[in-house]
C-alpha cells in the first residue's frame, strides 16, 4: 500500500479546508475551526492501486505552518497551494509560497524531477468580486511547472476531486521516480565496489 503525504498551503481564509473537506466529504461545510493544524488520513484507490493519505491543514497562524515552508520541504509528497480568487493578497501570498517550496527543493533534491504542486484558485462563485484574473494565475502555474484549476469549494465536487486525483497520480510517479532512481545509484555503487575489489584482484593474477 502506498503512503501519500499531501500538504495544503494558503493565506488565512483562502479556504484549504472547504477545499479539503469537500474533496474527503463531498460536502460544503460554511464554517470550520481555524485555531489547530489538522492531519487528516483517508484511505483510497485509484487507478486499482490501495493508497493511505494523509493530508497537512495547517492552522495559518500557527508556528507550524511557518515551519513547513522554513524548513526544508520534506514532509510533504505533493502541494496544494490554495489562493482565494477575490482576494490579491492571497494570490501574492500563493505565489511567495511556490517561491520557497521551489528554492528548498532546489536545495535539498538537486537534479530530481519538480515536486508535484497544484495551484488552487478558490471561490470562483465569487467571480463578481474577482481580484485575480485567471490567465494571470495559469502564467504563474507555467512559471512554476505546476497544474493549475478554478474551484469553488461552495458550489462543487468534481473540479476538487479531480485536481486531487490528478495531484496523487503525479505524486505517486513522482515517488516511482525517486525509488528508481535511489535503486539505480544504489545499483551503480554495488557494480563500482565489485569492480574496484575484483577487478584490481584479477589484474595481479
Ligand atoms: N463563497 C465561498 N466561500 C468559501 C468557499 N470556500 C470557503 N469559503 C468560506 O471562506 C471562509 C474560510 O474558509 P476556510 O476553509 O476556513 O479557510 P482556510 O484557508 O482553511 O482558513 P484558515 O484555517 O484560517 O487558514 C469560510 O467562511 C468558508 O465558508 C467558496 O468556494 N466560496
Known amino acids: 500500500m502506498n503512503d501519500i503525504k499531501l500538504a495544503l498551503l494558503g493565506s488565512q481564509g483562502a479556504g484549504k479546508s472547504a477545499v479539503l473537506v469537500r474533496f474527503l466529504t463531498r460536502r460544503f461545510i460554511g ?3 481555524s485555531n489547530a493544524n489538522s492531519l487528516y488520513h483517508k484511505r483510497l484507490s485509484i487507478d486499482g492501486r490501495q493508497l493511505n493519505l ?7 497562524q500557527s508556528s507550524e505552518a511557518r515551519c513547513i515552508l522554513e524548513e526544508p520541504v520534506d514532509w510533504a509528497d505533493g502541494f496544494v497551494v490554495v489562493y482565494n480568487i477575490s482576494d490579491r493578497t492571497s494570490f501574492i501570498n500563493a505565489k511567495n509560497i511556490l517561491l520557497q517550496i521551489r528554492e528548498s ?7 530530481e524531477m519538480d515536486i508535484p504542486i497544484c495551484l488552487v484558485g478558490n471561490k470562483q462563485d465569487l467571480c463578481h468580486a474577482r481580484q485575480v484574473r485567471e490567465d494571470e494565475a495559469r502564467c504563474l502555474a507555467q512559471e512554476n511547472r505546476c497544474h493549475f484549476q478554478e474551484v469553488s469549494a461552495a458550489e462543487s465536487y468534481q473540479d476538487i476531486s479531480g485536481l486531487f486525483t490528478q495531484l496523487i497520480r503525479q505524486v505517486m ?8 532512481r535511489r535503486r539505480y545509484s544504489g545499483s551503480k555503487s554495488m557494480a563500482k565496489l565489485i569492480n574496484n575489489v575484483f577487478g584490481k584482484r584479477r589484474k595481479s593474477v
Open 31 to 33: 464554517e470550520y475551526a
Open 54 to 60: 494523509e493530508v497537512f491543514d495547517p492552522c495559518s
Open 105 to 111: 527543493r532546489t536545495e535539498n533534491c538537486k537534479g
Open 173 to 180: 510517479e513522482h515517488l516511482k521516480y525517486r525509488a528508481d
